[in-house]
């Protein structure tokens, strides 16, 4: 069983800047593909940004490219998501997810194809 949490949300200013972390712990990390996903009150959960299980490979939904990287440290079990230039519209609920791919350098961008999901962690960007 694998299980994942977040932390490092908050509230921050327009502009301002906050970094997520995913601590994941029961199997071995470096066999998951990693993604971070967010849900706005309202709306449905969207995908924000996701790392293959090497780190060689990264994918960004087109709202947030240049402003937000995910990294993952393999050898700390943890994958983060340093988010810069926040606006209002990114204020949602951040989730990390785990995801048993088998190829190394494959990202997964599907919600449908995540195996494992963190409590989630609020993120409040105020104008």
């Known amino acids: 069983q694998v299980q994942l949490v977040e932390s490092g949300g908050g509230l921050v200013q327009a502009g301002g800047s906050l970094m997520l972390s995913c601590a994941h712990s029961?199997?071995?990390?470096?066999?998951?593909?990693m993604g971070w996903f967010r849900q706005a009150p309202g709306k449905e959960r969207e995908f924000v940004a996701a790392?293959?299980?090497?780190?060689?490979?990264?994918y960004y939904t087109d709202s947030v490219k240049g402003r937000f990287t995910i990294f993952r440290d393999n050898a700390k079990n943890i994958v983060s998501l340093q988010m810069n230039s926040l606006e209002p519209e990114d204020t949602a609920v951040y989730y990390c997810?785990?995801?048993?791919?088998?190829?190394?350098?494959?990202?997964?961008?599907?919600?449908?194809?995540?195996?494992?999901w963190g409590q989630g962690t609020q993120v409040t960007v105020s104008s």
């Open positions: 997810a785990a995801a048993a791919v088998l190829y190394n350098n494959r990202v997964v961008t599907d919600d449908d194809e995540y195996d494992y």
């Open positions: 029961g199997r071995t990390f470096s066999s998951y593909a």
């Open positions: 790392i293959s299980k090497s780190g060689s490979s990264i």
